[in-house]
């Protein structure tokens, strides 16, 4: 267990870090100068482009089957190059001109032997020293702003803490995914690896950043969406920060809307009494319940929370073009607000509330959002069957951890008045402290489709395989967790086909690949802890339902399985198990060559 903590903990490491190389480090680097803009401003701008280049790049790439690593690679630093030629050309092509100057020369250098390697080693270190000068720039030492800085930094550094606990501690202690989405999610990443086709209904923007970190990183498909999603929802909790220290320059309420994100107040068991209406016990029960299951979804979102994100960073861009005109900001704002159209189009309208706050008065712009945003995502339970308020729903947190900022500035004027020594800091305390007895979130609401033993065999299976040699025969979910690493065959339906023929002594499966794999459940797994009562007709007739979502269909199907498993391995000596525990058991037939051959 430990090994396997190690282990991921270093790949989403590895994940983290690739992502803010690419998508923040390098189109930095390339786009900008370095005193052009502020670090935060860079950084967004750079971040917002870099996620529309490359959606744009696997996009139209896929479309043409010239998806590979030199094709995005090429895409990549061209479109980086061409942002920075349109956003001042002469200066830009002076750049290069001298770049490739200085890199003949040094290559000529180097071919001549000529080259002092202390010297390179002193320039080095004088970049280094200058970078590190440019990035902590000297401050006055003023014993009162050391004594504020210094307990900011610690407030931020808990919250971040419990940022971080939330959200990565069921990625890193399971495989499987916490989420149902997150399979369709690996599938679609696998099919834009693959060179094939998908369906979407809007551009997969998430998947997108997922299949190039996948294809930079070197790393599964199902480790780049697994660790991506938790970074995602850590990089929210941060924009909620920076939207409101941006927009109310108030420091503590951003660190009370950043805690209540990060640590998520908004989990809750509410006693619905019954002398209220029907309708509102169901109306506050459905509210309920999306509350708790949002919570999972902090460490497993997708494109709902990358718009929600990039909501706050057009809106704060959008202050920035009003107060500093500035042709950069417009620009960022407009990166941002595309990026929303793509993922969450609905959450548009609250960009245009934003636009209308920030000429009201900026201090109170994303409170106005905030209000839009919780009465819209209110509304949503009322209208079920429309899928067009859903956004607001999914993302209803952000909305609260807003005005979570909001009220907590509000409740602070009054001390302030009354006490002139009061410290907004004092107020933090009394926050952390009412989280710590009153606040925690509950267990989350996970509804599981595997073992993680499941996933982590498949896992072992795609690294150590060659691609296309062999087959998995397995419940649904090992569908996206294996396309194009290996063949899948549904085991429903390989039971189906083969039970019967099994019982021959010279019959072998007919499939053309040298080896095949067949993952059967000893100890079946339950998927509802209380089975429905009430199923609907699709459900009924759904074989997937059937066979893996019911606990009696898939204790069936894995018994068997079971027993057409070990009849075809006593008549093949060749057979093995290739792993097993207490719940699973990994089946491994050789395929003899007049079955290839066929």
């Known amino acids: 267990m430990i090994q396997f903590l190690l282990l991921d903990s270093i790949t989403a490491l590895w994940i983290t870090g690739l992502s803010l190389f690419l998508l923040i480090g390098l189109p930095s680097k390339i786009l900008f100068d370095p005193q052009s803009l502020a670090y935060s401003d860079r950084w967004i701008e750079s971040l917002a482009k870099s996620i529309l280049l490359l959606v744009t790049g696997v ?14 690679v090429f895409w990549y630093v ?3 190059f061409i942002f920075k030629l349109i956003y001042d050309p002469k200066k830009t092509l002076a750049q290069m001109q001298l770049l490739l100057h200085g890199s003949l020369l040094c290559l000529f250098d180097i071919l001549d032997q000529q080259i002092s390697w202390s010297s390179v080693q002193q320039q080095i270190r004088s970049h280094l020293i200058v970078s590190q000068k440019s990035v902590f720039p000297p401050k006055p030492q003023n014993q009162g702003l050391r004594s504020e ?7 931020l550094t808990i919250i971040l803490s419990f940022t971080l606990l939330l959200r990565y501690e069921h990625p890193l202690l399971e495989v499987r995914f916490s989420h149902s989405d997150s399979y369709q999610a690996l599938l679609t990443t696998r099919q834009i690896l693959a060179g094939g086709t998908f369906s979407s209904h809007t551009p997969p923007v998430f998947v997108a950043i997922a299949a190039v970190l996948a294809l930079f990183g070197s790393v599964d498909p199902m480790q780049a969406v697994r660790f991506l999603s938790p970074l995602l929802g850590v990089a929210l909790v941060v924009t909620v920060g920076y939207g409101m220290y941006t927009l109310m320059k108030n420091g503590v309420a951003a660190l009370v809307s950043m805690l209540s994100l990060g640590a998520y107040w908004f989990t809750c068991t509410w006693d619905i009494s019954n002398p209220l209406p029907s309708g509102l016990q ?3 029960a459905t509210l309920t319940t999306q509350l708790n299951a949002d919570l999972v979804r902090q460490w497993t979102g997708t494109d709902p929370e990358l718009g929600a994100m990039f909501l706050i960073l057009a809106i704060t ?9 500035h042709r950069s900001a417009w620009i960022a704002a407009g990166c941002c607000s595309a990026i929303v159209a793509l993922t969450a189009p609905q959450l548009l309208l ?4 934003g636009i209308l706050g920030l000429v009201i008065n900026r201090r109170w712009a994303l409170g106005i ?7 819209l995502g209110l509304l949503a339970p009322l209208l079920n069957s429309s899928q067009l308020l859903q956004p607001f729903l999914m993302t209803l947190p952000v909305a609260l951890s807003l005005l979570c900022g909001y009220v907590f500035n509000l409740l602070n004027r009054p001390f302030q008045l009354l006490w002139a020594d009061f410290h907004p800091s004092i107020g933090l305390l009394l926050i952390f402290a009412i989280f710590v007895n009153f606040l925690l979130p509950l267990s989350p609401p ?5 073992h993680d033993i499941a996933a982590r065999e498949t896992l072992v299976l795609n690294a150590r395989l060659s691609a296309k040699q062999w087959m998995l025969i397995a419940p649904i979910e090992q569908l996206s967790e294996t396309y194009g690493e290996a063949w899948y065959g549904d085991l429903a339906e390989f039971v189906d086909t083969y039970t019967d023929s099994v019982q021959q002594t010279d019959f072998n499966f007919p499939f053309s690949i040298p080896d095949l794999f067949v993952f059967v459940e000893k100890k079946p797994f339950k998927t509802f802890p209380i089975e429905p009562s009430n199923i609907s007709g699709e459900s009924a007739f759904d074989p997937v339902y059937r066979n893996y979502r019911t606990f009696v269909g898939r204790s069936s199907l894995q018994s068997e399985a079971m027993k057409l498993c070990e009849t075809y391995r006593q008549t093949h000596p060749d057979s093995s198990i290739e792993y097993e525990d207490h719940v699973l058991r990994v089946y491994h037939f050789h395929l003899p060559d007049e079955a290839l051959a066929a």
């Open 317 to 325: 861009q959008l202050h920035r073009g009003l107060s500093q005109p």
């Open 149 to 155: 800085f210094f307990s900011t930094w610690v407030a």
């Open 59 to 72: 996009l139209i790439l896929s479309a043409l089957s010239l998806f590979n690593w030199f094709t995005l």
């Open 369 to 375: 959002v905030a209000l839009a945003w919780l009465s």
């Open 78 to 80: 061209s479109g980086l």
């Open 446 to 450: 996970i509804a599981y489709l595997e």
């Open 350 to 353: 609250l960009a245009v509330l």
């Open 282 to 284: 169901q109306y506050l």
